[in-house]
């Protein structure tokens, strides 16, 4: 009931938060004890006022003289001007006594506006390198450009004081005036208040239809269409279908345990990144910071951007999966027609949380303002420039939405002319290595950012996704069975040491390589590595998925299998959609500077986790379930197709009814090896989400 509500709450929330920088990359900072601390106006500075009245703007010069004046007369806004810049260089200051105390007091000038600026610093020695440099709050009149206030604030007018070996190398200001329209605003305002309404009136007629009418009389008016689409909003039956944790037997639940998994992974990675390379948090200890890469288990932080590749092989396998098996029930056959229902659902499924997140960006993003309508064509992964890009964690989703859109073609020409299929699949993983190593070499982000741009771009990023096609065409022809013999089990053994030595040559050579020349980074230097780092992995991947399918899981399969992981797994897109909004409103709203260490970060994680999919929840059974019902009310079946259940819950959503669920795929028992009959249902518990 209360999702859309706490959507609102997010966008009301993240109105202020500062635009991201991705482009920074780790450096070694000196010592907190080095840096200068605040200082008084007119203590201990000379300024020379002739000098500034030519560097900035008259009206911001005007404004800092009237400030410089009434700080000496001790005013009230002046004061808070000053005690909300921060203290050191490494200090995030005050921005609430800033924007909110400063504009409100009583004694502000007329005409005259408080803005809060971080301002990024650098010894003079090291203003050309391409390295992060700490970040100082600091308050400034709003007349004053970020250039004007890079002049001022070494002055010592705003409260830092000056030093002759440290110079201003960037200002990001938080303006009133954005350029963005309020109306905007209203939007995601209005959408959320629509949605609550619906929540609201879903679940007061799913009560009073339980509690005053009888079960012949409940049965026919929710099989009507006002009352199937009421019953779409129900929050009591959605959250029922969320937290069901009732499994068939012969499914495959191991997925679950893979995609929850891979999406801590992500926000654990993210909790590290966003705090050391964003601006976002002041770390106070940043040497220590800087040097964590010497501990043990930093690898697992490294890499962790490698999870996204564990999104892209489940993807592909699944959707080539399905596919085949309705090639099979409907001969062959695969006309225009189910091409565009193909289409059609998958964007309906993807779209809804969404295109209703990014309302909350447009109504506040800058980037949105001018490549929202790339996002909304699922090609915003072109646009992830400083200033263009717009809810920049759905790059993955144009990704995923692109290599869907050219699956069918490859899966069709796979099951047709297997032999010519396979070749052109293989050959496309390869090409995709020179694609990854030739666009980054060509990449002028690539130095400085790491990952550059290329990072974000189809062509580079396909390897994984087609290995999942090829994995599903193994499985569709073996049928998931293997020889229960002495001879496969010796077999799978070895498999699983090649899967598992590919998983760690993937996410720990980084860290090998490190150890023996520290000054060596091979996942930014190294082009060769960087064009076949993410295919290594992604086999080790596959092989996992493969054995599982085939019944030599073991302890793995069971572990992954378990049904706490069904509910956290059905929530893991809108965790991924939302869990950097979340980050950046706790560090944003963390008025001190943070001291880092492995386990306040492995704490942070652990309760932005919690928080994220205590969030996601919310939006899940306000928006996400309920528009999946509404699209069985709405979009025509496709051929070759099975409804998953009696209309409570739509079909691939991983949203399951006991007893009316599909059986995707079945995990067989070396010793039994059932008959393998799967239902021809969207997808399996993973439901499409696995584009996350």
């Known amino acids: 009931m209360g999702a859309p509500t706490a959507v609102l709450l997010i966008q009301l929330s993240l109105v202020s938060l500062p635009r991201p920088s991705w482009a ?77 105390s400063a504009n409100h007091a009583e004694d502000l000038p007329p005409s005259f506006r408080a803005m809060y600026c971080r301002v990024s610093w650098a010894e003079k020695s090291q203003v050309s390198e391409d390295s992060d440099s700490p970040r100082q709050g600091v308050c400034a009149p709003m007349s004053c450009s970020e250039e004007d206030v890079g002049h001022i604030v070494n002055t010592g007018l705003l409260g830092s004081k000056p030093m002759s070996t440290w110079t201003p190398r960037d200002v990001d200001c938080d303006r009133e ?21 619906l929540v609201l009136v879903g679940t007061c007629y ?102 996204v590749d564990t999104f892209l092989v489940l993807s592909g396998f699944l959707v080539a999966y399905h596919l085949m098996k309705q090639l099979k029930k409907a001969n062959g056959e695969f006309t225009l027609k189910d091409l565009g229902l193909h289409f059609l659902h998958r964007f309906w499924r993807l779209s809804t949380v969404y295109y209703g997140l990014l309302l909350i960006f447009i109504s506040f993003e800058p980037g949105c303002q001018s490549t929202w309508w790339a996002n909304l064509l699922y090609i915003n992964n072109y646009f ?102 002495r001879a496969t089990k010796i077999k799978m053994l070895v498999g699983w040491v090649i899967g598992i030595t590919l998983g760690l040559i993937a996410t720990v050579t980084p860290a090998i390589v490190r150890a023996v020349n520290p000054e060596s980074y091979i996942r930014g230097h190294e082009t060769w590595w960087i064009a076949i780092e993410r295919t290594i992995f992604a086999g080790g991947v596959c092989w996992l998925i493969f054995a599982c ?16 992981w069904l509910p956290l ?84 959503t991983g949203v399951e009814v006991p007893g009316n669920e599909l059986q995707p795929l079945k995990e067989s028992s070396p010793e039994e090896q059932p008959s393998q009959k799967i239902e021809d249902g969207e997808t399996d518990m993973t439901g499409v989400k696995n584009s996350v």
Request: hydrophobic share 40%; net charge positive.
């Open 384 to 485: 992830m420039g400083e200033g263009k890009q717009c809810f920049g964690i759905s790059w993955y989703l144009a990704v995923d939405m692109q290599l869907f859109i050219i699956a069918p073609a490859l899966t069709i020409l796979i099951y047709k002319k297997p032999r010519l299929g396979v070749a052109i699949n293989i050959f496309l993983v390869v090409l995709s290595w020179g694609f990854y190593g030739g666009l980054k070499q060509l990449d002028p982000m690539a130095n400085r950012a790491r990952i550059g741009h290329s990072y974000f771009w189809t062509p580079a990023r396909m390897a994984p996704y087609i290995m999942g096609i090829l994995l599903a065409n193994v499985l569709f022809r073996t049928n998931c069975k293997v020889p229960n013999t």
């Open 206 to 307: 799913e009560f009073v239809i339980t509690v005053y009418y009888t079960s012949e009389k409940r049965r026919s008016l929710t099989a009507s269409k006002c009352g199937r689409f009421l019953m779409c909003f129900s929050a009591y039956t959605n959250a029922k279908k969320v937290f069901n944790t009732s499994q068939l037997p012969g499914q495959l639940p191991v997925l679950h345990g893979l995609r929850v998994g891979s999406a801590l992974w992500i926000i654990y990675g993210h909790v590290d990144f966003y705090a050391g390379y964003t601006g976002a948090l002041t770390i106070g200890n940043r040497h220590d910071f800087d040097v964590r890469y010497q501990e043990e288990w930093f690898y697992f932080i490294e890499t962790f951007n490698m999870a």
């Open 569 to 652: 797994s059905r929530l893991s897109y809108i965790a991924y959609l939302i869990h950097p909004f979340l980050i950046f409103l706790f560090y944003t709203s963390y008025k001190s500077p943070m001291y880092y260490s492995g386990l306040v970060w492995y704490i942070l994680f652990v309760g932005i986790s919690v928080w994220t999919f205590g969030v996601a929840f919310f939006v899940s059974i306000g928006l996400e379930v309920p528009f999946f019902g509404l699209e069985k009310l709405i979009l025509p079946q496709r051929r070759g197709r099975q409804p998953a259940d009696n209309g409570n819950a739509p079909p691939g």
């Open 549 to 564: 399918c085939v019944g030599y899981g073991g302890i793995i399969s069971e572990f992954l299998s378990w049904r706490a």
């Open 177 to 197: 005036d954005n350029g963005i329209s309020p109306f905007l605003g209203l939007i995601p305002q209005s959408v959320g208040f629509i949605i609550t309404v």
């Open 24 to 100: 920074d990359g780790p450096t070694n900072f000196p010592p907190t004890t080095s840096l200068p601390s605040v200082d008084r106006p007119g203590e201990n500075t000379s300024i020379n006022w002739e000098l500034l009245g030519r560097a900035v703007s008259a009206q911001c010069f005007h404004h800092v003289q009237v400030l410089y004046k009434d700080s000496m007369e001790s005013k009230t806004y002046a004061g808070h001007m000053m005690n909300s810049t921060g203290d050191r260089r490494v200090d995030p200051g005050n921005p609430s006594e800033c924007k909110v």
